[in-house]
């Protein structure tokens, strides 16, 4: 398989994955607002914490308000975690390499980057956004099934797994970063609004209803961390997604580097002891983790992807 | 029940049809096609035209755009239903006299590259290759597997008023469109099967094969099973749609430059996730000048840095050779017929559009008198640009025309203007006839081959003699069927279609 179109497809998967998680985030966000009192919500910042680009976004925009925190996250093409930008370039990796990926797999996407641009004004409108975002929600599971179901599973398959696990390995833990960042000062009369709040870490992710079934205890900060981190059989957890990129790296030729690469990064995360850590400990926590998830990316790029172009020779006077 | 189509009000004023040959008479070979389509009718032909177009939407068959956002669209394939339909004994005639044309023209293009003997003997004034753009210094002296350069050839022939079928002009290059014959063929077949039952046209569907044994020929290691490349500039380019079902249907790896390096033992390798492989031989889609940084433009990065050495080393096969397209200019098309009798010493069998050369006194002086009534073309333009039309020109054009030609006579050639034949075609309110062009390809290696037909381009608006698909023309699916016609179809050759169309979609 052709070094480009593996790196196609695994940034068509990130892509993919990076729509749907920031479908998630926006919505949970925004319905986790109407439960809080207005005095103590933390807003919309977060959001753009968890993005990473509040340097962009400050350029951009005079407040982190609503209207300009969900613009920026759906519809904004200068940001690149943006869902238009995300679904643009998902589009462009997938029409280079259509002969690989089933063509309804192709012609679902297209539909979701139509639907996306063009009803992009409704989407931004506190009435429309919810239909808009899970529409999008949906498609991108409709997607991912499609793409499951339908594709060889061979190598290329491997790499779509790749690119989705280290996005969803990524976004969960930002979530969970910045969720926990934020709360609430430990005062007594808060805690109710704190649970909400560790519920709605929980829904940006669809884990509410597994973390109730798998561990059977209240929603509190220890589990919680435990269920989204340590987890081996949520689909949507840390560890789960480490173990399936394993297995994908264990298909795939020459792949000792990376291994030993994924082998620290697992490592490191099975010997987190998440509940005894302060908000400043979890905060390093996730940031080595993601060091290491950049790092293991790195890792497959350079094993097996297309050397980056060397940079122009200078010009012979 | 829709009203039944009336032949007999069908008139293509002047001009040769290629299925009605007057105001309700078939020709031959089309009786029965225009029986079959006349008692659809025209409700019922447009419905069918309907599911045509939806069909090419499903099927994904397009063709790129620029849209003015700067983006890249793929727009719908434009096609007509009613099929174009040559006789088998006129096609083989025709099919000989493309492969004369592209065998005397790789010969040339050798001997431009080795001993230049056509210009040594004077058939070929030196002046024409010195001022031509499209010679490649750097592929002097290269011996191509084979002695081949032209290994897929695209020539343009369009039929005049009196019948007779000429080469309007060689592609040598890049040239585009044999998917859609395929495709039209497919297409065809889904929306009006009937029509299949009378007729058995020759099949269309192993050209991607054909293509695929004509490149395995050129492989430098022939005693593996070759590892064969399509070089696409990528999805920008117009004809991408092309390039990747040509590498889907041959299961060739459809690469762009950045996959591809020459390394240190002057062999092509892909970067693949196993590492290097190395490539034999690559079909290449992209340009001579932005073939390779190194030999070409420097700044080019649709390239890989040193396929030139790598070509020239015979380590990798390069389809079309660069260079061939010298053989391209239009001024070279004039000498075509010399080109053939020096070479192959025979007479060409398919003619020329008689042909104006500037560069001689005598046709110069005639052309700047007869510039109103003349078509102007500059030898290296392709797709129509910088063409003087006589009879549509202002006198300002015909002067500016008049003063670049004087300035570089050899530079420019002139034709009478042609009356392309047309073909029946559905139009809003029936049935009209509309020109086309044909374009066959021609492969060549160990063997020689020519596409069944070929792609039928037709100018879809009224009265216009412009095929280019960007600029409103369409296509249609191209027929060669034999005239020996049995009145009823026999059961077996029915089967055949049957069976073919079913392995087909």
């Known amino acids: ?317 | 029940m829709s009203q039944e189509i009336d032949w007999a009000q069908y008139a293509s004023d002047g001009f040769y049809d290629e299925l009605v040959a007057a105001p309700g008479e078939p020709r031959a070979v089309a009786r029965t096609l225009l029986a079959d389509i006349g008692a659809l009718g025209a409700e019922e032909l447009a419905a069918r035209q309907e599911a045509a177009d939806v069909s090419i939407k499903e099927m994904g068959i397009s063709f790129t755009v620029y849209s003015e956002e700067g983006g890249a669209i793929d727009r719908a394939w434009p096609f007509d239903v009613v099929p174009r339909v040559i006789p088998q004994r006129e096609w083989q005639r025709v099919e000989a006299g493309l492969k004369q044309r592209v065998q005397a023209l790789n010969l040339f293009i050798n001997d431009l590259y080795h001993d230049q003997k056509i210009l040594a003997d004077g058939v070929l004034p030196r002046e024409v290759l010195a001022k031509s753009i499209n010679f490649r210094e750097q592929c002097m002296g290269v011996d191509p597997p084979l002695g081949i350069w032209a290994h897929v050839c695209g020539s343009d022939l369009v039929r005049d008023a009196d019948g007779t079928i000429y080469v309007l002009e060689d592609n040598l290059r890049v040239p585009s469109g044999v998917s859609y014959m395929l495709e039209n063929r497919l297409v065809t077949k889904r929306v009006l099967p009937e029509l299949f039952e009378h007729y058995a046209p020759l099949p269309v569907d192993d050209y991607p094969s054909q293509l695929f044994d004509t490149l395995a020929a050129l492989s430098p290691r022939p005693a593996d099973y070759p590892e064969v490349a399509v070089l696409s500039p990528g999805i920008y380019n117009s004809a991408y749609f092309e390039h990747s079902y040509l590498a889907q249907q041959m299961g060739a790896e459809l690469v762009e430059g950045r996959d591809l390096f020459v390394d240190d033992d002057d062999c092509c390798y892909m970067r693949t996730i196993d590492g290097p492989a190395r490539v034999d031989v690559i079909y290449r889609r992209v340009d001579d000048l932005f073939l390779d940084p190194e030999a070409f433009l420097p700044d080019s990065t649709l390239g890989v840095p040193g396929l030139m050495r790598a070509w020239k080393a015979g380590n990798v096969a390069l389809a079309n050779a660069p260079g061939a397209g010298v053989a391209d200019d239009k001024v070279v098309y004039a000498f075509v017929p010399e080109i053939i009798r020096y070479y192959l010493d025979q007479d060409p069998i398919i003619p020329n559009v008689p042909t104006y050369r500037c560069m001689e006194p005598d046709a110069l002086k005639y052309v700047l008198e007869h510039l109103h009534e003349l078509v102007v073309k500059p030898a290296n333009e392709s797709g129509g640009y910088g063409m003087l039309v006589g009879p549509a020109s202002t006198a300002a054009e015909r002067e500016a025309f008049a003063e670049a030609i004087k300035k570089d006579p050899r530079n420019y050639i002139a034709q009478p203007t042609l009356k392309l034949s047309t073909v029946p075609t559905v139009v809003k309110k029936g049935i009209e006839p509309r020109h086309v062009d044909l374009r066959p390809f021609i492969l060549s290696a160990d063997r020689q081959q020519v596409t069944t037909g070929g792609l039928t381009r037709v100018a879809l608006r009224k009265g216009s003699l412009v095929v280019n698909s960007s600029q409103g023309g369409g296509s249609k699916d191209t027929w060669v069927v034999s005239e020996d016609l049995p009145s009823e179809p026999l059961a077996s050759s029915r089967d055949a279609a049957e069976r073919l169309s079913q392995t087909q979609d």
């Open chain 1, 1 to 317: 398989m052709l070094s480009r179109v593996a790196e196609n497809i695994y940034w068509l998967a990130r892509y993919i994955e990076r729509v749907e998680d920031t479908a998630r985030l926006v919505s949970v966000n925004a319905n986790l607002l109407l439960d809080l009192p207005r005095g103590i919500a933390p807003g919309w910042k977060p959001l753009i914490d968890i993005s990473g680009a509040n340097e962009l976004f400050e350029e951009h925009y005079k407040d982190y308000g609503e209207r300009q925190v969900v613009r920026f996250l759906l519809g904004d093409r200068r940001h690149c975690g943006s869902i238009i930008s995300a679904l643009t370039a998902a589009r462009e990796n997938c029409r280079t390499i259509r002969d690989i990926v089933p063509r309804e797999a192709w012609e679902q996407l297209n539909g979701l980057f139509l639907f996306a641009s063009e009803h992009l004004q409704q989407g931004s409108t506190k009435s429309g956004r919810h239909r808009y975002l899970r529409e999008m929600i949906a498609s991108v599971q409709g997607l991912n099934g499609l793409l499951d179901g339908t594709m060889l599973h061979d190598q290329g398959y491997e790499f779509l797994r790749l690119g989705r696990y280290l996005e969803r390995a990524d976004m969960t833990s930002r979530i969970a970063d910045v969720r926990s960042a934020t709360l609430l000062p430990e005062a007594d009369e808060l805690r109710p609004f704190d649970t909400i709040q560790w519920v709605s870490v929980l829904k940006s992710l669809t884990a509410y209803q597994m973390y109730r079934r798998s561990e059977q205890i209240r929603v509190q900060r220890g589990p919680v961390l435990r269920f989204i981190f340590h987890s081996d059989s949520f689909p949507r957890a840390v560890r789960y997604c480490m173990e399936t990129v394993r297995a994908g790296l264990e298909r795939l030729p020459r792949n000792e580097s990376a291994l030993r690469t994924l082998g620290r990064l697992a490592r490191s995360l099975d010997a987190a002891h998440l509940e005894s850590l302060s908000h400043t400990e979890l905060h390093d926590f996730v940031d080595e983790l993601q060091a290491g998830i950049a790092q293991l990316h790195q890792e497959i790029a350079t094993t097996w992807f297309l050397p980056l172009p060397e940079p122009p020779a200078a010009e012979a006077d």
